[in-house]
């Protein structure tokens, strides 16, 4: 078990609370979705009521170690204020003299915001003088964005060598709830789609060992189809990553474990939210069309695993679900694990944006912040920001 906040004292503290703001924004400077902003807030109202001064510090997009304007953190301080119904003081520098005035100044029931971690190199770097910078802040470190646990920047893990760490709220619920994941009830289903394949294929071969029967759909299929022999035209594919597909669809058998993989498609000319589409079997994709979807007979297969399971994870749209002709797959998935009574959990920024499109947000026990993080956190791998936080006494 981990120490949260709510086991050690902040009244009258300074705390520097890593929270996930990355939003995205409008094309005229807004938080065109505060998702993420709402679910700092039982972290933030707990902070403020018990005494604390807060300092709040995120990345927002890949600035890539400069000041890059339109990635400006300063919109998420007026969606924050309107939330949490209080001025939020915005720092134009998340360290330095800037950054070090405002957090002196900061009283006890006042929240500083600062400004894009990322905007520094040393961020990402996880570079140790660029972490002292932000341990100087504050007197009390809080880490309650789970999406980056995966990470070792300078605000996830560096940062912890200067200040005593604790989870907040939000870190705390996600450890206790993916915590089910890792002696789950079976059969466990884990069903796996997107279109970061080699970011996700190291993890998929330790969960080889955890899961009872592994689904795999969206953009991640193709290189696993193509693996397996079909031709799958123009559609995204990671030809570098096909032998470490033929050596999970290996694992898996070996294991005698199912891994199921889509029978028919959606494939569309283009990929273009317009683009003709049709359904094909996966041995029919035509040489110059792409595959945006699974199929609804592979929905239906699909589904039909996750009705004999006692626990599914999910992470991964199954197609391109941003656009309504390609989002049917997820749909059915998302319908799916609506209507069992098995523990269902869903991850991922894309994933989770497309179960509350559909509004069945409620019907999942519990909805991870984390895509990546997750995904490692069930493959039972230690996130590098998890292992830095306190143990509770
Ligand atoms: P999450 O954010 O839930 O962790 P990912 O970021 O890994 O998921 O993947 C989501 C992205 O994958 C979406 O932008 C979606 O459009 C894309 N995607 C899914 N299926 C396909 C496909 N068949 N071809 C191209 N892109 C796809
Ligand atoms: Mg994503």
């Known amino acids: 078990m981990k120490k949260s ?17 990355n939003v995205p924004l409008t094309e005229d400077g807004k938080v065109a979705d505060d998702t993420r902003v709402r679910a700092a807030l039982p972290t933030l109202r707990y902070l403020l009521e018990h005494g604390a001064a807060v300092i709040l510090m995120s990345h927002l997009g890949r600035p890539k170690g400069v000041r890059v304007e339109s990635m400006s953190l300063r919109p998420v301080a007026d969606s924050l204020a309107r939330l949490l119904d209080r001025p939020i003081i915005f720092a134009e520098d998340c360290v330095g003299p800037i950054a ?36 100087k802040l504050a ?23 200067h200040l005593p760490a604790v989870a907040g709220l939000l870190m705390e619920e996600e450890i206790r709830s993916l915590g089910r994941l890792l002696d789950p009830e ?3 289903v884990a069903i796996l789609g997107g ?36 031709s799958v035209g123009k559609s995204l594919v990671e030809d570098d990553q096909i032998d ?14 199912e891994l199921l993989l889509p029978i028919d498609v959606v494939v569309a000319n283009f990929f273009m939210e317009e683009a003709d589409h049709k359904e094909v079997r996966v041995d029919a994709v035509p040489e110059d069309w792409l595959i945006l979807d699974i199929g609804s007979q592979t929905a239906e297969r699909f589904a039909e ?29 998302a319908v799916a694990l609506g209507e069992i009574d098995a523990y269902t ?12 499109r559909f509004g069945l947000e409620e019907r999942f026990d519990h909805v991870s912040t984390g895509g990546g993080a997750s995904l490692e956190f069930v493959a039972g791998e230690e996130l590098p920001a998890v292992v830095r936080l306190e143990e509770a006494d």
């Open 186 to 188: 079976r059969p466990f």
């Open 139 to 161: 007197d009390l470190y809080v880490n309650d964005a789970f999406g980056t646990a995966h990470r070792a920047h300078a605000s996830t893990v560096g940062v912890t060598e």
């Open 345 to 356: 959990v869903v991850g991922g920024g894309d994933s989770v944006a497309a179960v509350a």
């Open 5 to 21: 906040i709510r086991q050690v004292d902040v009244n009258g503290k300074k705390v520097l609370v890593r929270v996930d703001f």
């Open 244 to 257: 470490n597909c033929k050596k999970i669809i290996k694992e898996f058998k070996d294991q005698g474990k």
């Open 305 to 333: 695993a996750a009705r004999s399971a006692k626990t599914v994870f999910w992470n991964g749209p199954m197609g391109v679900a941003e656009w309504q002709n390609f989002a049917r797959g997820t749909e059915r998935m």
């Open 100 to 135: 070090e005035d405002a957090a002196a100044r900061l009283k006890p029931g006042q929240v500083l915001l600062l400004e894009n971690l990322r905007f520094h190199q040393g961020e990402t770097k996880n570079d140790p003088e660029f972490a002292a910078k932000l341990g």
């Open 195 to 230: 279109a970061k394949v080699s970011d996700k294929l190291p993890i998929i071969r330790n969960l080889v060992d955890r899961v009872d029967q592994l689904l795999i759909g969206g953009g991640m299929a193709n290189t696993f189809l193509k693996a397996l022999g079909y």
